[in-house]
């Protein structure tokens, strides 16, 4: 059988692999401590639940609205004015699947074959992907920790071209857990305001857990909120990933394409998803505070042991709930057989000799660093970083290149 061309551009994410990874040597009695996956540990909020069972129960079955519930649509609108201090209609919001389909939407309605895509590496494994799906050409930007991972006005600047169609990004990031201030954004938005032709797609899926006090968005600059797109959702800050709830607020006109592409995909997100939404959003954010500060808490235990670790260079997250430590001091050694030449060797290293399983920075643009996930209990935590350590004690051999 002959598979469409477009298949050719799309991989299995490195997330995913080695989640399986983990999964298939568990299931032959391993004992794994996965840090692969970026999932919080906690179960949804009780009360959103709740609200979920009362949504059933009042027969909210049916096939929804294409754009989202208005009463949510109208949540979604207020919890920006509250915590955003940003203004936007019903109209200039809409819900899907998760805010990978909201992504997914903005660049297939956008980004024609031979549109240029700006994104800043590290960059969370999707984006690329589906620009390249889109028929456009990517263009990575390197930011490296010495920046904390973050793009300069200049390596902005340097970067548009008459071709640059769009600039993606996320902060706080995935997988860095670095976020920009408003000073940073500032400086970026003058860049920007040089180059109306860019469209800016904000990833804020992290919002909640930030560890700044204070989420920054791009669109708070008046010049350029008619053409940035905000992505958020339920997922990580309300513990809600298998809910598949995401959201866009943006220009009424990419809206309003974003809204006839899903329709012939998936129409209208889950029903039941959607009004249990509404109570997260504009009900008592007390347990989305709490889980924040759990992460917090494992931030500052994985980052302190990491940098105990001789040869290990990390950055500190100010949000999200990753580690992304350069781990290149190790290229060139070696254990037994095993030679360590770049950040793939390392996660396969680690999982198949220290039993954890973490992602290759490669995955994520990065080829010095792996990610280490930790939205998991504490306990494993600190299993995990004892077995990390350990194990790279063994690279002691310095093989000649």
Not at 337 to 355: P, Q, R, W, Y
Not at 373 to 384: G, P, Q, R, V, Y
Request: glycine share 6%; charged share 20%; hydrophobic share 40%.
């Amino acid at each position: 059988m002959q598979l469409a061309q477009r298949l050719n551009k799309i991989t299995e994410p490195q997330t995913i692999k080695m989640a399986k990874l983990s999964r298939e040597l568990k299931a032959k009695g391993i004992n794994i401590v996965d840090l692969s996956l970026g999932e919080p540990d906690f179960k949804t909020p009780e009360h959103i639940c709740n609200a979920a069972v009362k949504a059933m129960n009042e027969g909210f079955t049916k096939y929804p609205p294409v754009a989202g519930f208005a009463d949510l649509l109208e949540a979604i609108s207020i919890k920006l004015k509250r915590d955003n201090n940003l203004d936007y209609a019903a109209n200039e919001i809409m819900v899907s699947t998760g805010a990978k389909q909201s992504l997914y939407n903005i660049i297939m309605c956008l980004v024609d074959p031979g549109d240029e895509v700006i994104i800043p590496t590290p960059y969370w494994v999707t984006y690329a992907s589906q620009v390249q799906m889109a028929g456009g050409t990517v263009k990575f930007v390197s930011c490296g920790i010495e920046d904390d991972f973050k793009i300069t006005p200049a390596k902005l600047e340097a970067s548009i071209s008459s071709k640059t169609k769009m600039f993606v990004y996320s902060s706080p990031c995935n997988p860095t857990g670095s976020f920009y201030s408003r000073e940073e954004l500032a400086g970026l938005a003058e860049v920007f305001k040089r180059h109306p032709q860019v469209v800016i797609v904000s990833d804020e899926i992290y919002e909640y857990i930030n560890y700044t006090g204070q989420h920054e968005s791009i669109a708070q600059f008046d010049e350029l909120k008619d053409r940035v797109v905000i992505v958020n959702g339920m997922s990580k800050g309300f513990a809600m990933t298998g809910w598949r709830l995401g959201y866009i607020a943006g220009p009424r006109e990419i809206v309003q394409a974003c809204e006839r592409l899903q329709g012939q995909v998936t129409s209208g997100a889950n029903s039941i998803a959607q009004k249990a939404a509404i109570t997260a959003l504009l009900s008592d954010l007390g347990p989305t505070f709490k889980m924040a500060e759990s992460f917090r808490q494992r931030r500052d235990y994985v980052i302190g042991a990491l940098k105990k670790i001789p040869g290990i260079k990390s950055n500190e997250p100010q949000g999200a709930f990753y580690a992304f430590p350069d781990v290149s001091s190790f290229f060139g050694k070696s254990y037994g057989d095993t030679i360590i030449k770049n950040a793939d060797d390392m996660s396969m290293f680690l999982l198949h000799e220290g039993h954890v399983a973490t992602v290759c920075g490669s995955a994520f643009g990065d080829n010095n660093c792996i990610r280490l996930s930790f939205a998991t209990s504490m306990t494993n935590l600190m299993e995990a970083m004892e077995r990390i350590e350990k194990t790279l004690q063994k690279l002691t051999v310095s093989v000649p290149a």
